[in-house]
């Protein structure tokens, strides 16, 4: 029985948040919590997580650039709110009461094209990592496949451990053979 893949549009911003919060695996490791899903500052574009650090994860469907403007104003709002942010989610205090600086909050930026100025932003922010995904329909089953975006920083590279390989899709852990071609001939894939 053979896959059967094709890309599709995504209607809903709850059918994107649904499908990163079963990514969040993928993206963050095991060892995440959501703190968040629900932020008082955005239209429900983010998800605050806590994995070794504070984690923002600002989406759109449409625009990276306005994945980026959301998580710059929600990162702004904590940083000129910090005793609310620490009395809304306490978690951020982490284990040893120490609080967070703005700077150690990583913020992951995930849309189907990169924000502009990527390769400004990642020299300049070595706390940001850049994902773009694809809506995919498969056996009739919605999915994304998420890459990271072309990584230009060699810090940013340790810092999250990021791999060119690390295209993934919901659902299953790796690839099958049948989608890497489909993938390729699509030029989908490098």
Known sequence: MTTKISTTSLNSDDTLSELIIQSLDRILGSGHHIISRDLPLDSGHAILALADKPVLIVFDRH????????????????????AWAF???????GNNQQAWQPEDIRLYILAPTPPPGQEYLERGLPQIRILTFQALLIDGDISLLIEPSA?????????HKISRSNTF??????????????????NIMA
């Open 63 to 82: 625009d990276g650039g306005q994945a980026l403007l959301t998580g710059l104003k929600i990162l702004e709002a904590f940083d000129n709110h910090r």
């Open 87 to 93: 009395r809304l989610y306490p978690e951020l205090l």
């Open 151 to 159: 990584v230009t920083n060699p810090a940013s590279i340790q810092e």
């Open 169 to 186: 899709r919901t659902g299953m852990p790796e690839l099958e053979k049948s989608e890497e071609d489909y993938f390729r001939n699509l």
